[in-house]
């Protein structure tokens, strides 16, 4: 035959119980809840008021124009480097001002592989590495749709500067895959 369990917990009902775990929540900060006075804590807001200050400064006008883009923040990888090359251009600039001042960001910073910097005419910019149409220089960067891009080229032969367009078509040619990718479509 089994024997009763003895229980070896004191049992208490639930009001000591309760009572217990809040004196000792506040006994633990050194304070007991008969000294505790209440006080209202300030929050800061969450959502401030963003067109105070431009009300303040006497704009009259009821609707409220977004500010105007002025500046575009570009990421250009360069072939073969590790990380993107940052540069701020305007709306305005062209592929072949953004191809420019990339070139001169990346001798400024001192990046490897070093690269002759001084022929912009033999760099081409790309959407990704894995594109092979290079974007027109006269394309405004406005209507180009993204901040990331690609520069690829700029290895100089003996007869000619190398890009990476020509360098995709002779090795297509020798290898005869785009010819068997136009006779799938």
């Not at 901040?147 to 290895?155: A, E, K, M, S, Y």
């Given at each position: 035959m089994s024997?009763?369990?003895k229980n070896n917990r004191r049992?208490?009902?639930?009001?000591?119980?309760?009572?217990?775990?809040?004196?000792?929540?506040?006994?633990?900060?050194g304070r007991t809840p008969e000294t505790m006075v209440v006080a209202k804590l300030h929050?800061?807001?969450?959502v401030p008021d963003l067109l105070a200050g431009r009300?303040?400064?006497g704009v009259s006008s009821p609707e409220v124009r977004p500010a105007k883009l002025t500046k575009l923040l570009l990421n250009v990888t360069v072939q073969r480097s590790l990380g993107p090359v940052m540069v701020i251009m305007s709306l305005?600039?062209?592929?072949g001002e953004l191809i420019a001042a990339v070139l001169r960001q990346y001798a400024k910073e001192g990046r490897r592989p070093i690269i002759d910097t001084n022929n912009t005419a033999a760099f081409d910019l790309h959407y990704s590495q894995f594109s092979l149409e290079s974007l027109?220089?006269?394309?405004?960067?406005?209507?180009?749709g993204s901040?990331?891009?690609?520069?690829?080229?700029?290895?100089v032969t003996p007869t000619a500067t190398v890009t990476c367009c020509k360098e995709a078509e002779k090795g297509a040619a020798k290898n005869g895959w785009l010819k068997f990718m136009d006779f799938l479509f």
């Open positions: 024997s009763p369990v049992i208490h009902d639930d009001k000591t119980k309760k009572l217990r775990v809040s004196d000792k929540a506040s006994s633990f900060h929050r800061p807001r969450t009300r303040l400064a305005e600039s062209t592929v027109e220089r006269e394309e405004k960067l406005i209507n180009l901040r990331n891009f690609f520069i690829c080229g700029g290895r």
